[in-house]
């Protein structure tokens, strides 16, 4: 899972792999080649998701951001 590599990266790159994580899954949703360039700065509309788009990108980044351990309250 994406959380337990996250683990393993420095803090000083924490930020770039987390960046990288979002920016790939935009990409997929905006159908758009891995190579091309987004806006870093612009809001996720003006990059061109819709609000079907931003309901996917929540369900995704659930998904990559399970936890690593389960926890179960008795």
């Given at each position: ?16 792999v987390c960046k990288s994580m979002l ?23 003006e990059i061109g998701l819709d609000s ?23």
């Open positions: 899972p994406w959380l337990s590599d996250y683990s393993m990266v420095d803090a000083e790159h924490q930020f770039q920016s790939k899954i935009c990409k997929e949703l905006l159908e758009i080649e891995e190579t091309e360039d987004l806006d870093a700065d612009a809001g996720f509309f079907l788009m931003m309901a996917e990108l929540a369900t995704r980044l659930k998904e990559e951001l399970k936890p690593l351990l389960h926890v179960v309250a008795t």
